[in-house]
Every structure is written in structure tokens, then in C-alpha cells.
């Protein structure tokens, strides 16, 4: 067994490399260009929200306000109707906030990784062995909420899919960092 402080090394060092790659990732390739496509009338469609001064939050149109509501034919009718509308209002949008969480998240999933292959792994174990536990942990860490999201919400598989291609190459990266410099 090996304690999740002899492993601060690679915790931080593969919340590090996985913060440089995911931004070029997502800052320098086109490769989620796509991932958002820019909605047709979008300007109107906040002139028109905001005066609605909506509370940040998630929310789901049309939602039944009770059980009862849930079964009614209005509800169905407006099921019926559409448009079925799943979205997100943001109080502002700060990228030096985001960035920072992103990397506590980082070293979070790090931390997890850590004590997975620490607590499964004693000093000394082969790099093979340690990347299997360090890169399970952090591949589903890093991917398989996204796929709640789809499942539930229709967010395109296509995107969750990008997102779970870029978890594996995060996965990969904090793998080799804890295999690499696991206590010998």
C-alpha cells in the first residue's frame, strides 16, 4: 500500500500536463469547434430571454409541475408541440475562474487516482500495474458522467463522444505520469 502523500508528485505533476494538453486541446485545435453550432436568430432569442431575468440554474421545457401534471394531455400537448428545450442560464462567464476549477478537478482526480492504485499497489510495482489502476480511475472520472448528460438530456453523442476521446488521452496522460514516477 502506498499513501496518497508519497504520491503529491504525480498528483500534481498529471493535473499539470492534462491542464496544458486539454487547453490546447480545446484552445489551439478545431477538434470541438463544432461541439456548440451557432444557433440561427441568437440575438433575438436573448433580446428575448433577457428581460425574463431567469435565476442561473438548470431547466427543462416544458416541466410538469407535479406527477399528476406529468400524465395530464396538456403536458403531452405541449410535449407534442415542442420545442423540448434542456439549457443552462450562467450569471457571467469568467475563464480565469473556470480554468481554476478545472485545475482543482484535475488534482481531485488525481487525489482519487492516487488512492485507487496506492491502495491496490505497494511501492515497487511494476509500471504496467500502476498505469492499468492510475488510467481506470482516471478515465472514469474523466468521461462516463458525460454520458449521463446524452442519456438524459439529448446531449449530442457526438459531443460526449469527442469529450470521452479526450478523457482517454487525459486517462493516458495521468497513467503514464503515475506509473512513471511511482515509489520504488
Wanted: charge should be positive; proline fraction near 7%; aromatic fraction near 14%.
Amino acid at each position: 500500500m502506498v499513501s496518497i502523500a508519497a504520491l503529491w508528485l504525480p498528483i500534481v505533476l498529471s493535473a499539470v500536463l492534462v491542464f496544458i494538453v486539454s487547453s490546447i486541446i480545446h484552445m489551439l485545435s478545431p477538434w470541438h469547434k463544432n461541439d456548440y453550432p451557432l444557433l440561427p436568430n441568437q440575438d433575438q432569442i436573448q433580446d428575448a430571454l433577457r428581460p425574463l431575468n431567469i435565476p442561473p440554474g438548470d431547466y427543462f421545457i416544458p416541466r410538469p409541475a407535479s406527477r399528476a401534471d406529468l400524465k395530464s394531455a396538456a403536458h403531452a400537448e405541449k410535449l407534442r408541440r415542442g420545442p423540448i428545450v434542456v439549457f443552462t442560464v450562467i450569471a457571467g462567464f469568467s475563464i480565469g475562474k473556470n480554468m481554476l476549477s478545472w485545475l482543482v478537478y484535475l488534482l481531485v482526480v488525481g487525489v482519487l487516482a492516487a488512492y485507487v492504485a496506492g491502495r491496490a499497489l505497494g511501492p515497487g510495482a511494476a509500471y504496467l500495474a500502476v498505469f492499468r489502476f492510475a488510467g481506470v480511475t482516471a478515465f472514469i472520472a474523466y468521461t462516463l458522467a458525460l454520458w449521463q448528460m446524452t442519456i438524459w438530456y439529448a446531449r449530442s453523442w457526438k459531443t460526449s463522444c469527442k469529450a470521452t476521446v479526450d478523457g482517454l488521452i487525459y486517462a493516458l496522460l495521468t497513467a503514464g505520469m503515475f506509473g512513471w514516477l511511482w515509489p520504488r
